[in-house]
């Protein structure tokens, strides 16, 4: 066993208990050395837990594949552990603490005899600054240790910080035998603990990210009062030096990760905008002295979806992802390139699949069904200051301040292309009531209405009642709350073809938002919020057939009365816990449509 690197007794305490149930044959303190780092990679090389690629043309990247049965968040195995289950809310799995901690011990006990353990202490957000939280994991994955070291502010700063303050989130990860039926997400939001046991993907196992990052905070940041949230957060530079940010929430499937890192379309040029990435999936935010909202973005990296990465979608992460970059599951090329389903370039005639498998495009499975090369959740892991457009502000300890909040959803007939609520309150609801309707690619009927508030509804480590009432009281301690608005990118028409050109000319949009913001232009008062006059869209170099903005804007009563019943039912699900502010924002839409 390896020396303890820390003074630490709680920490020292915590990890001897730890390796007494898991048996570890060695334990290693991660140093966030890029000497330990490289050891660290060819262990796994030779271990065949990664694959080493082409390092002249994708230098410093290697390649990693799941279990076929391991490639995504387990959402039914993913747990919220808190003595009464009312306080999980009907959001969430409950189990009782005692229960889980017993049923997630027995698979743990001697899950590491034959591995090493290693020590990962790491800083969600800059380290020292207020928004910052400290976590340490503990892993038999060197897989997990080389992402950490992407995703987060891994090694001796993040220890250091532990010596002037022994509060921590103890993350507890091991392999095990990585059977699904052996498999747990365990959250236990009063002792500061995560467990996951069973997985090796990268969701239910970089107990940083959302574990820590949203479930976990988000029950912090209600004790505390400030936000957690699942939320891009980007930056607006007008050619004068002046930048506004905004955050905005999407569900998964809506273009997030596009949109933090939009390229301006041709026809806005001229005006000299430019884009900082500040984040593309987390935000915390704080009301400030001044009374504004403040935000950060608590990662170091990017975790994204590779399927359908290309330079037309989002040429600035095709940028990030060449160098220092973990690929998962996605095809490796016969010169030690990878590839997956719509990236750039030929599709390569022959490969190796995200399972091993020799693969050529259009083979087909014995039921006729096409085999994909690459998974359709295949990840790749890259470090954020690889990013061409990364905010300068990344390590900034205060964080950027938040002029606009954006939520959105996946609509085909019924939310306008952007909307303005009326006030924070009104906000609220837009943002609790938002959702998505299913796609083919999804499971469910496609066109399901699925219900996703804030885009938080698999994040939420606490009772969503109570979560939107937290959102309530954090508009009463802004001065200057920033303006709610929802977008949707994906209205159709009539042959369901898009309305939008979405992409870049999302900036288009967003301009009209900041304009609100500051005052600039007037907008049109809707039974669901305020619409833009048509004029005060800059629709420079993009053309679309007559009516399209017409159509883009329309607010349907009739559509409108009909969402108020699925909206109803889902609030219902709270029963007591739901803020009556929340009905009466109900109560009041629905009048405003009758009135129309």
């Given at each position: 066993m390896k020396k303890f690197s820390t003074h630490n007794k709680k920490l020292k305490d915590w990890v001897t208990k730890m390796a007494k149930m898991c048996q570890p044959d060695d334990?290693?303190?991660?140093?966030?050395?890029?000497?330990?780092?490289?050891?660290?990679?060819?262990?796994?090389i030779v271990s065949g837990e990664l694959i080493g690629l082409n390092q002249d043309k994708l230098p410093g990247c290697v390649l990693h594949r799941t279990k076929p049965d391991d490639v995504a968040r387990t959402e039914h195995l993913t747990f919220i552990?808190?003595?009464?289950k009312r306080d999980a809310g009907p959001n969430n799995n409950w189990m009782a603490p005692s229960a889980a901690y017993k049923k997630a011990r027995s698979i743990f006990k001697d899950s590491m005899r034959g591995r090493t353990m290693y020590v990962i202490p790491f800083s969600m957000g800059p380290v020292g600054s207020p928004f910052s939280k400290i976590g340490v994991e503990l892993t038999d994955s060197r897989y997990v240790v080389l992402n950490m070291l992407i995703m987060t502010r891994a090694g001796v700063a993040a220890l250091k910080q532990l010596e002037k303050d022994d509060h921590f989130t103890k993350c507890l990860h091991s392999k095990a035998?990585?059977?699904i039926n052996k498999r747990l997400i365990m959250h236990f939001p009063e002792d500061n603990t995560i467990w996951s046991v069973g997985s090796g993907y990268g969701g239910n196992v970089l107990l940083g990210k959302k574990c820590l990052s949203l479930r976990i905070a988000s029950f912090i940041a209600r004790k505390e009062?400030?936000?957690a949230e699942h939320m891009l957060i980007m930056g607006i530079e007008e050619p004068n030096g002046h930048i506004e940010y905004i955050a905005a929430a999407f569900p998964s499937a809506c273009g997030k990760t596009n949109l933090a890192m939009l390229v301006p379309p041709?026809?806005?040029k001229i005006k000299g905008y430019r884009i900082w990435t500040v984040g593309d999936d987390i935000a915390w935010m704080r009301v400030d002295s001044d009374g504004q909202l403040w935000a950060i973005n608590p990662e170091a990296g990017f975790f994204g979806v590779a399927p359908g990465t290309n330079s037309k979608t989002n040429p600035n992460m095709v940028e990030t992802i060449k160098k220092d970059t973990i690929y998962t599951n996605v095809v490796l090329k016969p010169d030690g390139t990878v590839w997956w389903e719509g990236a750039d370039g030929e599709v390569p005639a022959e490969g190796i699949d995200?399972?091993?498998r020799p693969w050529k495009p259009g083979m087909k499975d014995a039921s006729g069904k096409v085999v994909l090369g690459a998974n359709a959740n295949s990840r790749f892991t890259a470090p954020i200051v690889n990013c061409p457009i990364a905010s300068f502000r990344l390590e900034q300890h205060h964080g950027v301040p938040i002029s606009a909040i954006i939520f959105g959803g996946r609509r085909a007939h019924l939310a306008p292309l952007i909307y303005e609520s009326f006030n924070w309150q009104h906000g609220v609801f837009v943002g609790a009531t938002m959702a998505s309707e299913r796609t083919a690619a999804q499971v469910g009927a496609v066109g399901e209405v699925r219900r996703d508030p804030m885009a938080m509804l698999p994040f939420c480590g606490y009772n969503m009642g109570s979560y939107f009432g937290h959102w309530l009281n954090m508009g009463k301690k802004m001065k200057k709350p920033p303006k709610i608005f929802h977008a949707n990118w994906f209205r159709t028409d009539e042959n369901g073809k898009f309305l939008w050109p979405g992409f870049g000319e999302n900036l288009r949009v967003l301009e009209w938002v900041l304009d609100r913001c500051n005052n600039k232009v007037n907008a049109i008062e809707t039974p669901i919020g305020y619409v833009p006059f048509i004029s005060d869209i800059d629709m420079t170099g993009l053309h679309?057939?007559?009516?399209?903005?017409?159509?883009?804007?329309?607010?349907?009563k009739k559509s409108w009365i009909e969402e108020l019943k699925g909206i109803r039912k889902f609030f219902e699900m709270f029963k007591k816990d739901l803020p009556k502010e929340m009905w009466e924002e109900y109560e009041e839409l629905a009048l405003r449509l009758k009135k129309q």
């Open positions: 334990i290693v303190w991660i140093d966030g050395s890029a000497a330990q780092k490289e050891q660290l990679e060819k262990e796994a552990c808190t003595k009464k035998q990585l059977d009062r400030w936000l041709e026809g806005l995200w399972i091993g679309v057939p007559e009516g399209t903005l017409e159509k883009l804007f329309d607010v349907d």
